[in-house]
């Protein structure tokens, strides 16, 4: 069994900045692509930001230029660097991996909220 073990949410103000970090109980290189995806109260599920083993990145444009994901293969970890937080960036965010035979994994959840 994968797991994933998030960290890093919490209280900003706007205009603050947080690192989310996810923790994967397995080996990444056996990953194709991780990212991080987020859940507001009454919203569906959206991507935040993917990075596919070759290290290609992609953002959500509501976050682009803030946002910067990246992985650490050593420590089987990902990350999503947020500056400039917003309000609307409020949500829980997840953290999920999509293995090379096509099974995805999620994490558990990290709450972060912007406060104006």
């Known amino acids: 069994q994968v797991q994933l073990v998030e960290s890093g949410g919490g209280l900003v103000q706007a205009g603050g900045s947080l690192r989310l970090s996810c923790a994967v109980s397995?080996?990444?290189?056996?990953?194709?692509?991780m990212g991080w995806y987020r859940q507001a109260p009454g919203k569906q599920r959206e991507l935040v930001a993917t990075?596919?083993?070759?290290?290609?990145?992609n953002y959500a444009d509501s976050v682009k230029g803030r946002c910067t994901i990246s992985r650490d293969n050593a420590k089987n970890t990902v990350y999503l660097q947020m500056n400039s937080l917003e309000p609307e960036d409020t949500a829980v965010y997840y953290c999920?991996?999509?293995?090379?035979?096509?099974?995805?994994?999620w994490g558990q959840g990290t709450q972060v909220t912007v406060s104006s």
């Open positions: 397995r080996s990444i290189f056996a990953i194709n692509a």
């Open positions: 999920k991996v999509r293995f090379w035979n096509g099974a995805d994994y």
């Open positions: 990075i596919s083993g070759a290290g290609t990145t």
